[in-house]
């Protein structure tokens, strides 16, 4: 069973025919309109995926959502000349010096200040059939029982940070990065019973982070806004349906405004139910208002 959460009544008949099962649409989002530029979000997979060394320079595509003009992609860190197709679409020119030697290139997408950037996707660069070598594992403690985590850059520092979904204790753990491959101590953040899979976006459209996570025994989905430094505000709950086990974020009503589907893993009924919620309030711990199921 699915469940999906928008913004609004858009496009629904669209969704309708894309998704099979059960639907649950929620917003998760403001429904005002941004001070700034968003934070974009890419979605994998580039195109192209991966590239052989020592290829031509090429033409990448990258999708996504919250682009805006001007925004920029960057390569390994390095600006590329970029065109803003749409808010869902860029082109970046990229050099043969760039895919001259095998390695794998970080990919992100910069939206002009006050802007943010986004999630890092990557590239191989690699020839068919190599393999890459892993140095030794390192450990960093979180909360009881974590299995997944996400990335983002939650303090704005460039550097990646990781955000750990404890489903013993109850809470989420954040770990900010270094940037070197090491992480700080984890503060962890209280969210709904057995939180088991975290989506990050930026749902209230402030420029920064926030996260979504999916509690798979309280049957509730916990929002919590970021406030740009690292840290979060009070987790805030929306239900969902039974048992949910995984989210993910995207733009799925092409509406240029992050959404988010849950799955439901055990009320699998058959038939549709479909719930249109009402938006957050940026920059508010907001409810979600206007709950109707079909």
Known sequence: ??????????????????????????????????????????????????????????TITVNGTGFVSGAVVKWNGNVRTTTFVSKSRLTASILSTDVAKANTASVTVVNPSPGGSSNVVFLPIRAAGTWSAFGPASHFAAGAGPETLVTGDFNRDHKLDLAVPNPNSNNISILLGNGDGTFRSSVEYGVGQSPVKAA???????????????????????????????SFRTAVEHSVGQNPSAVAVGDFNRDGKLDA???????????RIVSIGCSLQRGSESRLGCDRRF
């Open 261 to 271: 589907v849950v799955t439901d893993a055990s009320s699998n009924k058959g038939g």
């Open 200 to 230: 990050v976006g930026d749902f209230n459209g402030d420029g920064k982070l926030d996260l979504v996570i999916a509690n798979n025994v309280s049957n509730n989905v916990s929002v919590l806004l970021g406030n740009g430094d690292g």
């Open 1 to 58: 069973m699915w469940w999906i959460m928008f913004r609004n009544y858009r496009s629904l008949r669209e969704i309708f025919q894309l998704f099979v099962g059960s639907l649950l649409l929620l917003s998760i989002a403001t429904g005002v309109a941004p001070a700034q530029n968003p934070v974009p979000l890419i979605n994998q997979p580039l195109v192209p995926a991966a590239i052989k060394p020592g290829s031509a320079g090429f």
